[in-house]
């Protein structure tokens, strides 16, 4: 993973992501909500999130809970700015590459909503999760499965590598009980493969590759992804994969 053109790719995508990023925006809605369901919001006093962007789950998930402490944590600084009206004397901006980066514990919960996928290890990450948390504390994570965006990963050859939620789970068996898991695939749709194209890259997600697109690397996408996934009643399709995981710490690791 290159985490230099990652950051620079999401800043560059700050100021339209919280427009363009539909399926985002779901999900971090239903991550709201599984945690509200499954995790007891009321004994959490100390919680992590990893990869906060903009704080589009942030701001969901503060509504119903007021932790006495809060570390929000990115890649990128200028997500700073974007936080400010959250950000107080409890709530806290913690920059830095959470792979590497010293982070908070003693945690009672640590969420991660559609940010992982561009971890260079999401399984070890998660795992290293376990040290951080205090007793029976909780992780809450959604990211995305194979089929994520496979139009464009057919068509051009790059993706992200993607776990399956079964090898997911089994990885983490040893450190965790899972508490939910579930995947589902959502679709967008657009008129055409360039509007596919510009969506990407308004929502950030372009930082896995610097390919430069000519005029007839363009026009030979655009042919091949209208043969291969146009709907007359739809327009062209575009693949999400989102998947959930929320996780208790095992006693004693066992």
């Not at 290159?2 to 427009?19: C, E, G, H, Q, V």
Request: contains cysteine.
């Amino acid at each position: 993973m290159d985490k230099t053109l990652i950051m620079n790719r999401f800043s560059k995508a700050r100021p339209t992501y919280d427009t363009e990023a539909v399926i985002q925006s779901k999900i971090a809605k239903h991550l709201a909500c599984l945690v509200n369901r499954f995790i007891d919001i009321n004994k959490v006093e100390r919680m992590l999130e990893v990869g906060c962007g903009s704080g589009m789950f942030s701001r969901l998930f503060l509504t119903n809970c007021k932790p006495q402490k809060v570390f929000l944590n990115d890649l990128c600084s200028d997500h700073k700015h974007s936080l400010s009206d959250l950000l107080s004397d409890s709530i806290y901006f913690w920059e830095g590459d959470a792979e590497s980066i010293r982070l908070p514990d003693k945690l009672d919960l640590i969420v991660s909503c559609s940010a992982i996928q561009w971890f260079e290890n999401p399984v070890n990450f998660i795992r290293n999760c376990q040290a951080l948390l205090n007793e029976k504390g909780c992780v809450a994570i959604s990211t995305f499965g194979p089929q994520n965006l496979k139009e464009v990963g057919t068509l051009t050859g790059i993706s992200l590598r993607y776990p399956t939620l079964n090898n997911l789970l089994l990885s983490l068996s040893d450190s965790f009980n899972v508490i939910y898991s579930h995947e589902e695939l959502q679709k967008l749709t657009f008129k055409t493969p360039v509007e596919v194209l510009r969506h990407l890259k308004a929502t950030g997600v372009t930082g896995i590759s610097k390919q430069r697109w000519t005029k007839a690397k363009l026009s030979h996408f655009s042919n091949q992804y209208e043969k291969l996934y146009q709907s007359e009643e739809e327009g062209i399709t575009l693949t999400y994969h989102p998947v959930y995981i929320i996780l208790k710490k095992k006693d004693d690791g066992k």
